[in-house]
C-alpha cells in the first residue's frame, strides 16, 4: 500500500522563537508602511463604494481600439474617464466616476443619463458585457455596510476564541488579524488595484483563514501547555510551532493552488478577489507564526490549566 | 474513535445518498427531470445573472412625491370638511411637510378641531401592534391648524406604495417576455428587479420607470390656457400643457372626471382613417355611466386625457394632455380611443402601463448591474476550469502526500461538494460566481481538516504508538481543533450573510455550507472509511497507515 511521502523534516526543530525578533520587525515595518499608504494614498475604491459607472465592452470587429475609444467618450462631458485594457485583445473596461448633478436633477438620475449616453456612443459595434451603475445613496450605503462586515466578524471572532481559550490568546489573534487585512488593504492601496465589494467578502475570508491557521497553532500551545507544566514559554510555543508546521504548510499549500486557479482562470469580476485572497492566505499564515504567537508570548499567558484542563475532558467524554 | 454501530454507518450512508440524489437534477436535462419519479429530489441550482445573464435594477421611490400627492388630497380633505362644517376659512396652504388652514372666526376653532380630528385614520398594523394615527392635527402658535402627516404615516404610506409598485411593475413585466424576472422590497423604500436574460436594461427602464397615471379631465368652457396666464387661473382650475404642440396650454378642471383605474382594458391599435397608432380603452360600468352623463351633456365640447408620468429629469413634473377631442355625440358604450401622436411602440407601451396601473409615485434608479450572456458563459467556463484544474492540483498533492488515505480525504471531499451541491438545490439558493470561488475555497479548507488529522496519526506514529491507536488518538485530538478553526470561520460567513448583499450573500451561503459539510465529512465519512479499511486488515497489528 502507498502511504504517501513524508516530505517534512520532523527531527529538525526551527529555532523560530529564537529568532523572532527579526520577523516582529519585519511585520512591524510592512505593517507600518501599510498605515502611512493607506493615511496618505488612500485606497483606489471601486464604484461600489464611490458610485460611478463601469462597462466592460467586447468588439466585434477585432482587436479594441482604445484610442478610438477615448476619443469617442471624452467628447461627453463626462469628467475622468478611465479605459483599461483587458486580457484579450478585443475586450475592454470603461470606468467613469460618479456625475455631478446638473441643476434641477437628482444625481441617480445624472448617473443613469450618463449612462444611457455612454450606451449610445459606444455604438452597434461594440457588445456591452457587463454594465454597473451605483447612484450615491447606494454606494454610501454599501461602504457602510462593509465596514460594519468586517469589524462585526472582527468582534464575533473574538469573543469567540475569548470564550475558548483566554483573554490572552484572544487579544494575539486579533492583533494577527488586524496585522493581516491592514498589510492586504496597504498592497491594494501601493498596487492601485480596485477596491470593491468583492473585495470585502474576500477580507472577511482572509479573516476566517488566518483566524483559522492561529487557532490551530494555539490549540497545540494551549495543550502543550497542560501537558508540559514547567517548560519555559518561548520554549513551548516554539514546540507547538514546529510540531503544526507540516500541517501549515501542507493546507495553505492545498488552499494556495485552489485559489490559484480562481486567478488564472478567473474573469475579470473574480480577479480581485482571487488576488486578495492569494495574498491573504500568504499573509494569514505568516502571522499565525511570526506574530500571533510571538504577540501572545509577549503579553504572557496563564500557566496553570489543570483545572480546564479537567473540565474539557469531562465535555470530551460527554461528547464521545 | 474507529468503532461504528450498524445505526451510525446507516446514517452517514444514508447523508451521502441524500446529497448525491439532491445533487443528480443538475446534471440531467430537463426532458428527464420531467419523466423523473416524484418522490425524487427535483430542484435545480438556480444560477445567479452573474452567470446566466441578466440584469439588476435596484429602484428608489420619490417619497417626496408621495407626501406631496398625499398633502394634496389632504388639503381637499380639510376643505371638504370644513365647507360641510359651516365653518369659514381664510388661509388655507400646503407646505413641504404640512397642510395649514387659519379661520375666520377664531371662536370657532374647537367646532374646527373637532371635524379636523375625523380625518386621521389609526395606522393599521395588527402585527406590530403599533398605536397611533396617520396625520396629526395641532393648533400652531400663530392661529393656524396645522394638518401633518405623522413620521409612522409617511412610513405606511410608503410600505403600502411600494406593496403596490411591486404589483404593478410584475404586470408590466410581465407583458415584454416569458422570463421569470424576481422583484422584491428592500429596506422601506426601495424595489429590486432582477430580470434574466436581458442586457440592455434601455426598454425595461422604460417601461418600469413611468407613473402612467391617465386621467380624463373637463376642459374649460371659454377660457384657454394661454389667457388664463395673461389674467387667472379660475379656482379648482389647472394648465396642462399639450404633449404634441409643447406651447400650446390647456386649462382644465383639477378634479379629473374619470381616473385611470376605472379602464378595464388598453390595447394598441391603428386608427381605421388615418392608420395612426392609437390606443383603445374600455371603461368599467361605474365610469362607462358617469362618462356616458359626461358626454351627453357636453356634445360639441373637448374634454382632456391626461397623462401624468410622476417627475422628470429636471425635477419638474411630466404631466401632459395626450389629447383633447372634441365630443360629436355622447359615448354610451364605455370604449373610445385615444390618438396623440404615437409610435407603434410608444402606444404598445402606454397600453401596457395602462393596462397594469399606475405607479404610486416616481421610481429612481439607484442601483444597476446587467451582465450579458455571452460573459455569464464565459464565467461558468471560467469557474469549470478552475475547479477542473485546481481539483485535480489538490488531488495530485493528497495523493502524494498521504497515498491511500489520501484518496480517502478526497472521496470524503466530494462528498463534501455533493451535500453543499444537494443542499443549495434543495433550499433553492442561488448560484453565483462568488459561488463558485466559495465552492473551490471549501476544497481547499475541506483538506486542511483532513491535513489535521493525518499529521495528527503521524505525529502519534512517530511518538512510538501502534498503528490503530495512533489512528484513534489522531482522529480525536484533531477534532478539537477542528471545530474551533471551523467555527472562526462560520463567524466570518455568517456575518457576511447578515450584512452583505447579492454577490456576497452567495459567497456566505456557500462557504457556511462547506463549514458544516467539512466537519461532517472529515469526522463521519473519512473516519468511516479509515475504520472500514483498519477492520478489513482482520488483525491488530496493521501496517503503517501513514
Known amino acids: ?120 456612443a459606444l455604438g452597434g459595434d461594440v457588445e456591452i458585457r457587463r454594465t454597473e451603475v451605483v447612484g450615491p445613496a447606494v454606494s454610501g450605503e454599501l461602504a457602510w455596510a462593509g465596514i460594519t462586515a468586517v469589524l462585526f466578524a472582527i468582534l464575533g471572532i473574538l469573543l469567540y476564541i475569548w470564550f475558548r481559550f483566554e483573554w490572552q490568546f484572544a487579544i494575539a489573534s486579533i492583533v494577527a488579524l488586524v496585522h493581516d487585512i491592514t498589510i492586504t488593504l496597504g498592497v491594494f492601496s501601493i498596487l492601485g488595484l480596485d477596491f470593491g465589494l468583492s473585495e470585502v467578502a474576500a477580507l472577511l475570508t482572509l479573516a476566517g483563514y488566518s483566524i483559522n491557521d492561529t487557532v490551530v497553532v494555539f490549540d497545540r500551545i494551549r495543550e502543550n501547555l497542560r501537558r508540559y507544566k514547567k517548560m519555559a514559554l518561548d520554549q513551548l510555543m516554539n514546540l507547538s510551532i514546529n510540531e503544526t508546521l507540516s500541517r501549515t504548510v501542507l493546507t495553505s499549500g492545498t488552499t494556495l493552488l485552489a485559489v490559484l486557479s480562481i486567478y488564472v482562470f478567473g474573469t475579470e469580476v473574480i480577479k480581485g478577489f482571487a488576488f486578495a485572497m492569494l495574498f491573504g492566505i500568504l499573509i494569514g499564515t505568516w502571522s499565525s507564526i511570526f506574530v500571533a504567537s510571538p504577540f501572545l508570548l509577549w503579553i504572557g499567558v496563564k500557566r496553570d490549566w489543570s483545572g480546564i484542563a479537567k473540565s474539557d475532558k469531562a465535555t470530551a467524554a460527554a461528547q464521545s | 474513535m474507529l468503532h461504528f454501530s450498524r445505526f451510525k454507518i446507516g446514517f452517514v450512508v444514508l447523508v451521502c445518498l441524500m446529497g448525491a440524489l439532491a445533487t443528480l437534477p443538475n446534471l440531467l436535462s430537463q426532458e428527464t427531470l420531467k419523466s423523473w419519479p416524484s418522490f425524487l429530489p427535483h430542484k435545480q441550482l438556480s444560477l445567479g445573472l452573474d452567470l446566466k445573464g441578466g440584469a439588476h435594477l435596484l429602484l428608489q421611490m420619490d417619497s417626496g412625491e408621495l407626501r406631496k400627492d398625499w398633502l394634496k388630497s389632504l388639503r381637499g380633505d380639510v376643505r371638504k370638511k370644513l365647507r360641510d362644517a359651516r365653518i369659514r376659512y381664510k388661509g388655507l396652504g400646503q407646505t413641504k411637510d404640512l397642510v395649514r388652514v387659519k379661520l375666520v372666526d377664531e371662536s370657532k376653532k374647537e367646532d374646527a378641531l373637532r371635524v379636523l380630528r375625523t380625518i386621521p385614520q389609526p395606522l393599521g398594523n395588527a402585527f406590530s401592534g403599533s398605536s397611533g394615527y396617520d396625520v396629526a392635527i395641532e393648533e400652531g402658535f400663530d392661529g393656524f391648524i396645522n394638518v401633518e402627516p405623522t413620521t409612522a404615516g409617511m412610513q405606511q404610506r410608503i410600505s403600502n406604495a411600494v406593496t403596490s409598485a411591486i404589483e404593478v411593475i410584475r404586470r408590466r413585466i410581465d407583458n415584454i417576455g416569458t422570463a421569470e424576472p424576481s422583484i422584491v422590497r428592500q429596506g422601506v423604500d426601495r424595489i429590486l428587479v432582477q430580470y434574466p436574460g436581458i442586457g440592455n436594461t434601455k426598454r425595461l427602464k422604460e417601461l418600469i420607470g413611468k407613473t402612467a397615471r391617465l386621467t380624463f379631465h373637463d376642459v374649460h368652457a371659454t377660457t384657454s390656457g394661454d389667457e388664463a396666464r395673461q389674467t387667472r387661473i379660475p379656482l379648482g382650475y389647472v394648465i396642462y400643457p399639450d404633449a404634441d404642440d409643447p406651447g400650446y396650454e390647456h386649462l382644465l378642471r383639477e378634479i379629473p372626471i374619470i381616473y385611470g383605474e376605472d379602464l378595464v382594458d388598453a390595447q394598441p391599435g391603428f386608427d381605421q382613417n388615418t392608420n395612426e397608432p392609437i390606443i383603445s380603452f374600455r371603461f368599467n360600468q361605474k365610469a362607462a355611466v358617469e362618462f356616458g352623463r359626461f358626454t351627453a351633456q357636453n356634445v360639441g365640447r373637448p374634454f382632456a386625457i391626461v397623462l401624468d408620468n410622476g417627475i422628470k429629469d429636471d425635477g419638474t413634473p411630466d404631466i401632459k394632455v395626450l389629447s383633447a377631442p372634441v365630443i360629436r355625440e355622447p359615448i354610451l358604450g364605455g370604449s373610445g380611443q385615444i390618438s396623440g401622436n404615437f409610435s407603434v411602440q410608444s402606444a404598445n407601451d402606454l397600453a401596457v402601463q395602462i393596462r397594469s396601473g399606475a405607479l404610486p409615485a416616481t421610481l429612481t434608479v439607484v442601483e444597476e448591474r446587467t451582465v450579458g450572456p455571452s460573459l455569464g458563459a464565459d464565467s461558468i467556463e471560467a469557474g469549470e476550469w478552475a475547479a477542473l484544474v485546481g481539483g485535480i492540483g489538490v488531488a495530485g498533492f493528497m495523493i502524494f502526500a498521504y497515498g491511500l488515505f489520501g484518496v480517502f480525504a478526497l472521496f470524503a471531499v466530494f462528498v463534501n461538494l455533493l451535500l453543499i451541491v444537494g443542499t443549495m438545490s434543495m433550499i433553492g439558493s442561488t448560484l453565483t460566481l462568488p459561488g463558485i470561488a466559495g465552492l473551490i475555497l471549501t476544497v481547499g479548507m475541506a483538506v486542511d481538516a483532513n491535513v489535521l488529522i493525518y499529521e495528527r496519526i503521524r505525529e502519534e506514529m512517530r511518538n512510538g504508538k501502534q498503528p490503530i491507536s495512533a489512528i484513534d488518538g489522531g482522529f480525536s485530538r484533531a477534532f478539537g481543533t477542528i471545530i474551533d478553526s471551523n467555527l472562526t470561520t462560520l463567524i466570518a460567513g455568517i456575518v457576511m450573510f447578515w450584512l452583505g448583499s447579492g454577490p456576497i450573500r452567495g459567497f456566505a451561503v456557500t462557504l457556511s455550507l462547506g463549514i458544516f459539510a467539512t466537519i461532517f465529512t472529515a469526522f463521519l465519512v473519512t473516519r468511516l472509511m479509515v475504520a472500514l479499511w483498519v477492520a478489513r486488515q482482520k488483525t491488530r497489528k496493521i501496517p503503517a497507515p501513514l
Open chain 1, 1 to 120: 500500500m502507498f502511504k504517501g511521502v513524508d516530505f517534512w523534516p520532523h527531527d529538525k526543530v526551527f529555532p523560530i522563537m529564537k529568532v523572532r525578533r527579526s520577523f516582529v520587525i519585519a511585520s512591524i515595518v510592512a505593517f507600518t508602511l501599510a498605515v502611512a499608504l493607506l493615511a496618505t494614498r488612500g485606497l483606489n475604491f471601486g464604484i461600489d463604494f464611490k458610485g460611478g459607472s463601469l462597462f466592460e465592452i467586447q468588439s466585434k470587429s477585432g482587436a479594441v481600439d482604445i484610442g478610438e475609444l477615448r476619443n469617442k467618450l471624452n467628447g461627453l462631458g463626462l469628467g475622468s474617464v478611465q479605459i483599461q485594457q483587458l486580457d484579450e485583445p478585443t475586450d475592454a473596461l470603461i470606468r467613469f466616476e460618479e456625475q455631478k448633478a446638473k441643476d434641477g436633477e437628482s444625481s441617480e438620475k445624472a448617473q443613469q443619463n450618463a449612462a444611457d449616453k455612454v450606451q449610445e
